[in-house]
């Protein structure tokens, strides 16, 4: 409730995360007291002082909410550029119309679903375009042929065994080529490569195949002959293959009723039911938005880790700084100091150090804080008491029990407790040390094998180089 007065009597405008972690709902429902509490102990100590552990906690939530709330905004405005600028451009115009590429170009594709008579079919539609020297055209007449001859079969396997329809595309990819067909036998095969299995035989049916290859504008001057013979046999279609045999033959159909147009106009109906195109295209809305959020949740992940990080990185400190503590505090009640005033002494030698550069340390700036807090009228034993209850360690609790207890009953035999806590304290500070030095071992495993290996590979292949 003070954090919350604080807020009111502050002008500044609240962020969003402040606003949300002000509701009673979040208050309520997202609070992680283990977190609190290793967020609390990376506070400065005067901070500790003023917020309560659930005021730290609900403060860093609100930032972790400002940061994903920016990340998801971010996210959002690269959605709506891609919308805009990054979209495969519509190639279906008014639900039938195909743009046709310009004279010379190389055709395109488009897939489309196809919906008549409660059937949906996907499918490719092949847009054609709308000159060369002679020797290219002849050059471009020999690449058709050599097209046609590694096309015309299409799923089929082998001349002699033709159960599927034939591929007769009626363009060469990329090459101002047209195709014609004619067959001998129309009732088995048309000339668009379609089998009509009703008029096929149990031995099946031989068919011949005659394509004229022709460059387009010269169809009389320029073109190719090719001669193809085909053993037709049964196979039973699926009701999918039928309905895209009939797809295809309305699409070839409107084709050759639309080929001086600019505009390809597709089919209206099937037969005497209406179709429907849609064009189908791949875009990366969806693995942008899978990526968005899988940033949000990393970044949130991420915050929580470092704060984490941070705050085993702390305990550490504050362990390997506890026997130096102990042994200067032993020195200096042996001296015949009092507590503050070793206290106090300790601070000041720190305070020193910092002016001339040294590192800023956990343990001291407590102290520094302690040392304030007795000089502002707070009690020693009260102050004490907070000192260790600020760092969460069950060392420094156990540190500030004994000083506390010394000024409340007075104990002759202080410096000789603090000398076994200061023994006690080095020697859990050199079992640390070895604990990290085997970490330390084993992180270095890994790279030692690569070396291994390595070393291992200079002395083999030599050898093996040699033997050849």
């Known amino acids: 409730?003070?954090?919350?007065?604080?807020?009111?009597?502050?002008?500044?405008?609240?962020?969003?995360?402040?606003?949300?972690?002000?509701?009673?709902?979040?208050?309520?429902?997202f609070y992680d007291g283990e977190l609190a509490m290793k967020l609390s102990a990376l506070e400065e100590p005067q901070n500790k002082e003023r917020k309560t552990q659930k005021e730290v906690y609900f403060a860093y939530l609100a930032?972790?909410?400002?940061?994903?709330?920016?990340?998801?905004?971010?996210?959002?405005?690269?959605?709506?550029?891609?919308?805009?600028?990054?979209?495969?451009?519509?190639?279906?115009?008014?639900?039938?119309?195909?743009?046709?590429?310009?004279?010379?170009?190389?055709?395109?594709e488009v897939t489309v679903d196809a919906t008549w008579n409660d059937n949906t079919v996907e499918t490719p539609v092949e847009i054609k375009a709308r000159e060369y020297t002679e020797e290219e055209i002849e050059v471009v007449l020999s690449q058709g042929e050599e097209y046609l001859e590694e096309t015309i079969l299409g799923e089929n396997e082998a001349f002699s065994a033709v159960s599927q329809a034939l591929h007769f595309p009626k363009r060469v990819p990329n090459m101002p080529l047209k195709i014609s067909y004619t067959s001998n036998n129309q009732k088995i095969l048309d000339n668009s490569g379609k089998i009509h299995t009703d008029e096929i035989s149990a031995g099946g049916e031989s068919v011949s195949v005659h394509a004229v290859i022709s460059y387009k504008g010269y169809a009389k001057k320029y073109e190719r002959e090719k001669d193809f013979?085909?053993?037709?046999?049964?196979?039973?279609?699926?009701?999918?293959?039928?309905?895209?045999?009939?797809?295809?033959?309305?699409?070839?159909?409107?084709?050759?009723?639309?080929?001086?147009?600019?505009?390809?106009?597709?089919?209206?109906?099937?037969?005497?039911?209406?179709?429907?195109?849609?064009?189908?295209?791949?875009?990366?809305?969806?693995?942008?938005?899978?990526?968005?959020?899988?940033?949000?949740?990393?970044?949130?992940?991420?915050?929580?880790?470092q704060r984490i990080k941070a705050y085993e990185k702390r305990n550490r400190e504050l362990m390997m700084d506890y026997p130096e503590l102990v042994e200067k505090m032993k020195l200096f009640l042996g001296a015949g100091m009092t507590i503050q005033g070793a206290w106090n002494r300790i601070v000041k030698d720190y305070?020193?150090?910092?002016?001339?550069?040294?590192?800023?340390?956990?343990?001291?700036?407590?102290?520094?804080?302690?040392?304030?807090?007795?000089?502002?009228?707070?009690?020693?034993?009260?102050?004490?008491?907070?000192?260790?209850?600020?760092?969460?360690?069950?060392?420094?609790?156990?540190?500030?029990?004994?000083?506390?207890?010394?000024?409340?009953?007075?104990?002759?035999?202080?410096?000789?407790?603090?000398?076994?806590?200061?023994?006690?304290?080095?020697s859990e500070r050199l079992a640390q040390a070895k604990r990290q030095g085997e970490t330390a071992g084993t992180k270095l495993l890994f790279p030692m094998i690569i070396m291994l290996i390595l070393v291992m590979a200079m002395l083999v292949l030599p050898a093996m180089i040699s033997l050849r």
Not at 80 to 105: C, D, M, V
Request: net charge positive.
């Open 1 to 29: 409730m003070e954090w919350r007065k604080r807020r009111k009597k502050d002008k500044r405008i609240l962020s969003l995360g402040e606003r949300l972690v002000s509701t009673r709902l979040v208050k309520s429902n």
């Open 351 to 426: 305070d020193r150090k910092r002016k001339d550069g040294g590192q800023k340390r956990y343990l001291y700036e407590e102290m520094s804080f302690t040392q304030k807090e007795i000089e502002n009228g707070v009690s020693e034993r009260i102050a004490y008491q907070k000192f260790g209850e600020r760092l969460h360690l069950n060392t420094y609790s156990r540190f500030s029990t004994l000083l506390v207890q010394n000024l409340r009953k007075g104990n002759k035999y202080l410096s000789e407790i603090i000398g076994k806590e200061a023994k006690d304290a080095f």
């Open 229 to 305: 013979s085909f053993h037709i046999v049964q196979k039973e279609k699926t009701e999918e293959e039928k309905n895209r045999e009939e797809l295809t033959q309305a699409i070839q159909e409107a084709d050759t009723r639309t080929q001086k147009n600019r505009m390809f106009e597709l089919p209206g109906s099937i037969g005497e039911y209406p179709v429907v195109f849609q064009e189908k295209r791949q875009g990366y809305g969806a693995l942008l938005m899978l990526l968005l959020i899988g940033a949000l949740l990393a970044s949130a992940w991420e915050m929580d880790q």
């Open 63 to 108: 930032k972790k909410i400002d940061v994903v709330m920016c990340l998801m905004m971010a996210g959002v405005v690269l959605l709506l550029l891609y919308s805009f600028f990054g979209r495969p451009e519509w190639n279906l115009k008014e639900g039938k119309y195909l743009e046709r590429p310009q004279a010379g170009e190389a055709s395109k």
